[in-house]
């Protein structure tokens, strides 16, 4: 082998060595730049999440307190009401009483103590 073809062929092997370093360097620069970003963004992800779970957890304790004081109020209207209709009913059962003893007397057989008299 000639001098010359041993120069080209140790300068081609030197080439391929440089520019394969090169690249090898420049993409692990380029993962590394990446998992900064990465990082970076999951730090901020986190802490938007942290303050909407924080919002979340607030807004369902309004609404929970909210959604109790709702139900006492419409339970108390509802036994005021249940008051009001069982006082009604008792009343009408009372007076239908009345009526039955009164509507029995008038179609009841005639009185045998006291005399008629027509």
Same mark, same amino acid.
């Given at each position: 082998?000639? *001098? &010359? @073809?041993? @120069? +080209?062929?140790?300068? /081609?092997? #030197?080439?391929?060595?440089? $520019? #394969?370093?090169?690249?090898? =360097? =420049?993409?692990?620069?380029?993962?590394?730049?990446?998992?900064?970003?990465?990082? =970076?963004?999951? #730090?901020?992800?986190?802490?938007?999440?942290?303050?909407?779970?924080? !919002?979340?957890?607030?807004?369902?304790?309004?609404?929970? /307190?909210? +959604?109790?004081?709702? &139900?006492?109020?419409? %339970?108390?209207?509802?036994? =005021?009401?249940?008051?009001?209709?069982?006082?009604?009913?008792?009343?009408?059962?009372?007076?239908? @009483?009345?009526?039955? +003893?009164?509507?029995?007397? $008038?179609?009841? *057989? *005639? !009185?045998?103590? +006291?005399?008629? %008299? !027509?």
């Amino acid at each position: 082998m000639s *001098p &010359e @073809t041993l @120069t +080209i062929v140790i300068s /081609a092997i #030197g080439i391929v060595l440089t $520019l #394969g370093t090169s690249m090898f =360097g =420049g993409l692990t620069w380029v993962i590394h730049r990446m998992d900064a970003r990465i990082d =970076g963004v999951t #730090g901020r992800i986190d802490s938007v999440e942290e303050r909407l779970t924080a !919002r979340i957890d607030s807004v369902e304790e309004k609404l929970t /307190a909210r +959604i109790d004081g709702v &139900e006492e109020k419409l %339970t108390a209207r509802i036994d =005021g009401v249940e008051e009001k209709l069982t006082a009604r009913i008792d009343a009408v059962a009372a007076d239908v @009483t009345d009526l039955k +003893i009164a509507v029995a007397r $008038l179609e009841g *057989p *005639p !009185r045998h103590l +006291i005399t008629a %008299t !027509r």
